[in-house]
């Protein structure tokens, strides 16, 4: 099993581009989760998805949207980059149910310019 | 909104001490506790977790003690070791319908001196 991936690894946009990150997981998990870290933070939940063509709003979700089309695949979209969203972004998986733990993938670093 | 921090930013020893890292909670409702290693260029990685009716939880070389009357959560390294150096964040779950969804503390950086 690869776990959870992402891509691409590395990207630089420029102010007012667009773009898409995507996570992939071969767990079969149902919850799913994208988060961003900045220097000095911890990991903060943009959005989350509880299953297949669900999505819902995490802390920090402006700029941001979010699909889940496809139940091993959740994907991150940028419509208008800001030089704010500058950001190491990390997707995670878990089963359903009770609180456990969140499979992490290695994460995207993304630079506005 | 409640959140989970931590007493120490950094944390420097010696290998073979042991080494513990701290970390304060505000959210009383929350009912799981985990604590991940994050390597440099890596995702976290899982190391210990517990849930609120344990106050103790020990795996190989880690130990999680949980306080909930001074809502404090604490991660032990026993002879820690170079590969020990990493960030280490806990996370907090709020229970009920929160879909397991984690808030996690800033991080304490911790490293090991040969």
């Known amino acids: 099993n690869a776990g959870v991936t992402q891509t691409p690894k590395f990207r630089v946009l420029k102010t007012g581009q667009s773009m898409t990150l995507l996570c992939a997981q071969d767990?079969?998990?149902?919850?799913m989760y994208w988060y961003r870290q900045d220097p000095g933070m911890g990991l903060r939940l943009i959005h989350y998805?509880?299953?297949?063509?669900?999505?819902a709003k995490g802390e920090v979700p402006d700029g941001y949207n979010v699909s889940r089309l496809k139940k091993q695949n959740f994907l991150l979209g940028l419509e208008s980059a800001a030089p704010s969203q500058t950001s190491v972004y990390f997707c995670?998986?878990?089963?359903?149910?009770?609180?456990?733990?969140?499979?992490f993938g290695p994460g995207t670093r993304l630079t506005v310019l | 909104g409640e959140s989970v921090g931590l007493h120490l930013p950094t944390l420097s020893v010696q290998e073979g001490d042991n080494s513990i890292i701290n970390c304060a909670y505000s959210?009383?409702?929350?009912?799981?506790f985990i604590w991940y290693k994050q390597e440099s260029g890596k995702g976290p990685q899982f190391i210990i977790d517990?849930?609120?009716?344990?106050d103790k939880r020990q795996g190989q070389r880690v130990t999680v003690l949980l306080n909930k009357t001074v809502k404090h959560l604490s991660l032990q390294i026993a002879a820690t070791q170079p590969g020990d150096s990493a960030v280490y964040f806990c996370?907090?779950?709020?229970?009920?319908?929160?879909?397991?969804?984690?808030?996690f503390g800033q991080g304490t950086i911790l490293t090991v001196h040969p």
């Open positions: 995670a998986s878990r089963p359903s149910g009770g609180a456990g733990e969140q499979f």
């Open positions: 959210n009383s409702a929350s009912d799981y």
């Open positions: 996370a907090e779950n709020a229970g009920g319908t929160s879909y397991g969804k984690l808030t």
């Open positions: 767990m079969n998990h149902e919850y």
């Open positions: 517990i849930r609120s009716n344990m």
């Open positions: 998805s509880v299953g297949e063509g669900t999505t």
